[in-house]
């Protein structure tokens, strides 16, 4: 569990023992906008919907199969497949 991640979770235990809102917030150093996202994600997920999740990122624009050609391709040189080398 990251820092993050305990941050949302005390955050989540202070609200269920009647801290306020901007009590919350202002402990923490964040906006009260950010407190009551936490807060919500944890009425609608329980305490789980306030850990962290992977973001999905980029689709991978090579196979695996591809990628273990590379170092293969890669010690041949850029100019064995017509890349003109820049001159020094």
Do not use: N
């Not at 569990?1 to 150093?29: P, V």
């Not at 990122?57 to 010690?75: N, T």
Request: net charge positive.
């Amino acid at each position: 569990m990251d820092w993050k991640e305990s941050r949302r979770l005390r955050a989540w235990t202070l609200d269920q023992q009647g801290w306020r809102l901007c009590d919350i917030a202002e402990f923490f150093g964040v906006t009260k906008g950010a407190v009551s996202q936490w807060l919500s994600a944890a009425r609608q997920h329980g305490p789980e919907g306030l850990l962290a999740r992977p973001l999905p990122g980029a689709v991978p624009k090579l196979s695996a199969e591809q990628k273990q050609l590379l170092p293969e391709f890669l010690c041949h040189g850029a100019e064995a497949y017509g890349f003109i080398a820049p001159a020094r």
